[in-house]
Every structure is written in C-alpha cells, then in structure tokens.
C-alpha cells in the first residue's frame, strides 16, 4: 500500500496508548501476508516484531503505534483523515502514523534488496512510559549487533518548517515526588503546619536547584508540574505533594537529580517534614543521548541525495531512542516527517515531508547496511 494511503488508513483506526489492539490486529494481518511477525508481549497490550534478511549489523527500525487521547474538541473528526492544502490532518498523523507507515513501507520495500538484517519494531504505549521499547530491551530484542536504531518520530515539533529534520539525540527525564507532612487543625485556630504553605518554601527553594549545562543540549530544567493537598474548607491540611520534572543533559543522572533535590530540601527551614523519592514508573528513568560519528555522516549524505541540507538537532524532550541508546547500546537516529500541533487540535502532517522522510530513510538504511557487508 502506498505510504500516504497507509497513514491515512492508520489514522482512521483508534489507537490510544494502553487501547491498540485494533491497530495491532490491523498491522500483524497486514504483515502476515509477505512476512512472519510475532506478537511480543509489553504492558496491558503488545509490540509486533518482524525480521527479514540476515548478515553482519543490521538496522532497528522502531515506531510507536499509539497516540495521546483524542482531543476534546475534535472527537468527531479526529479518526477521519482529511487532505487539505498539502497537509494531512488526524489524531496522530505526524505523531507517530505517518512514520510508522514510513517505517513499514521502507521495511517492505528493502527486505529483499539490503545487504543485512532489518528489524522492525511497532511498538506500544510510548505516550505513557515507554513500556513497548522497554519490554524490547528486556527480552533481548535489541541485542544481535545492530548498527542503527532508526525512530521516525516527527522531528520540526515546532511545525515552522516542510523538510524532515536529523535528530541526533535527546534529553532525558527524570521525576521526582516530594511529600510534605505537616500538622493537621481548624483554619480557625490556625495552630498546625500547614502542609501546603509548608509546601511553598519548597516551591522556591526550586530556584536554587544547580542544574547541568551541555554544549549540544543546553541546561537542563528542573520545574513544579503538579501540586496536589487539602480537602475540608475549615481543615489545615496536614499533608501535600509536589512533582518535580527535570529534562535531563548529559551528566544529570537521576543519582544527581535526586542529591540536588535533597541539598535543596535540607535546606529550607520549615516545621513540616520533607521526603523525596523518584516517580513510581513501570519503566527506569529515560536518560538523554547524542549520536556522534560515521552513522551521523551516513544519515546526512542520504539527506543532501535529497536535496536537503541536513539540519542535526537534539529533542529538547525525551523519547523511545534514550533507551535504544542508553539500555540497548546501539547509535540512534530519528528521521521522520514534519507537521504541527502535535498532542493537539488540529494535528497534521506535511504530506510532501512523508516522501521526503521515507527515501532519506531507505538510503539511511542501505548505506549503513552496506558498509557493514
């Protein structure tokens, strides 16, 4: 199928992270009929594996097949692919169905032609915690000595431009829960320890977190996402809690976050008690990464073949590539398409960057798998 009648025909399927059976379903049949995928178990639902081809390297190709939920003024329209102005708009038609539809043809197309393995990997619940790729790297499925990981995650989140970009790298992420216990009693009186004025001390005290500064990433950003405490109108509360985001460069371990975030805590002067502990996840931290070298230099050939100088960047947030990198061990690139508000109303994808993507991605593809045979 062509690709753009693919992505259209994935955008058409429901498939929020943690629901993708029907898509899963729709894929693997699809699959089925040249190739021999398996179903590989991660979390509530399962990634769908497929080899082909055999040899020295080899490439990873990884998509995630779920999306956010659908937004709520769209929840008519946003199952219903539509073509308007060179754009294809869909819940998840940049993020991430026209790249997994890349990734599938390119698959297809280069299973008999490349010199090498290809792995494709449709993964799942990537919008919650990366449990697909993860459920990868713990059954082994990323060993075998390959070359390349190759995402096809959209790579101008900004949506300003048409061309696909080279994402070379990424941050990390690293949460961390902070629970303030305080002392319970009638507003009132007003005698206790008011958990969440308590808590505010800890909020500014924030400020003085010491965070990283990488050349490639820039400084890492440590911030409040959420407050939670109280519940009776006439009741200090006697506890709250804060989450503490932190989008990680390189040298900011989550060992580090968590001692800054604990010099900082011993030092606010506060009646109330103060603990901390990283955010309760079905995953590990995802760590930043930066892809250097020869596989770069493949990546940007395959672009100016397109005409296209190649743009290198670093996600300034985080995705599935930190853990091919960092658990799997194997250089990581993201070439995918372009579009706009992603996660949002009005989601699209640039139709002309959807091309652009897959040939970049096929001779990626072929010129790694060449040098290695």
């Given at each position: ?103 599938i043809n390119s698959f297809v197309n280069l299973s008999e032609k490349a010199q090498g393995k290809i792995r494709l990997a449709l993964v799942v619940e990537e919008e919650n915690y990366s449990e ?242």
């Amino acid at each position: 199928m062509e690709t753009l009648a693919l992505t259209k025909k994935l955008v058409s399927i429901p498939s929020i992270s943690g629901e993708e059976n029907s898509i899963q379903d729709y894929l693997f049949d699809l699959l089925s009929n040249n190739f021999s995928p398996r179903r590989v178990r991660a979390g509530k639902s399962y990634n769908i594996v497929c080899d082909s081809g055999n040899g020295k390297g080899g490439v990873l190709l990884n998509s995630h097949i779920d999306t956010v939920p659908m937004p709520s003024d769209e929840r008519r329209n946003s199952l219903i692919p539509k073509v308007s102005g060179g754009k294809l708009f869909g819940l998840g038609a940049c993020d991430q169905k026209a790249g997994a539809a890349i990734h599938i043809n390119s698959f297809v197309n280069l299973s008999e032609k490349a010199q090498g393995k290809i792995r494709l990997a449709l993964v799942v619940e990537e919008e919650n915690y990366s449990e697909g790729t993860y459920e990868l790297a713990k059954r082994g499925l990323l060993k075998g000595g390959f070359s390349l990981a190759l995402f096809s995650e959209p790579t101008d989140l900004s949506g300003t431009g048409k061309n696909p970009l080279l994402v070379v790298g990424c941050r990390g992420r690293v949460g961390i829960d902070v629970k303030i216990s305080g002392q319970a009693s009638h507003s009132a009186v007003g005698k206790g320890v008011n958990a969440i004025e308590e808590g505010a001390k800890f909020v500014l005290a924030t400020r003085r977190i010491r965070t990283k500064k990488n050349p490639e990433m820039g400084r890492g950003s440590a911030n409040i996402g959420s407050i939670t405490g109280g519940n009776y109108s006439l009741s200090q509360p006697a506890e709250s809690s804060f989450r503490l985001n932190w989008s990680t460069v390189l040298g900011e371990t989550p060992d580090y976050c968590m001692g800054e975030m604990r010099r900082v805590l011993s030092d606010v002067r506060s009646p109330a008690e103060f603990t901390a502990e990283f955010i309760k996840r079905p995953t590990p931290p995802c760590l930043p990464f930066l892809t250097k070298g020869p596989i770069v230099e493949f990546a940007k050939a395959a672009f100016r073949e397109e005409g296209i100088a190649p743009k290198t960047l670093v996600f300034g947030s985080v995705f599935d590539g930190s853990i091919t990198a960092n658990l799997g061990k194997i250089p990581t690139l993201c070439i995918g398409p372009a579009g706009k508000n992603i996660h949002g109303a009005g989601e699209f994808v640039w139709i002309e960057s959807i091309g652009k993507a897959e040939r970049i991605t096929k001779r990626t593809i072929m010129s790694v798998l060449a040098r290695e045979n």
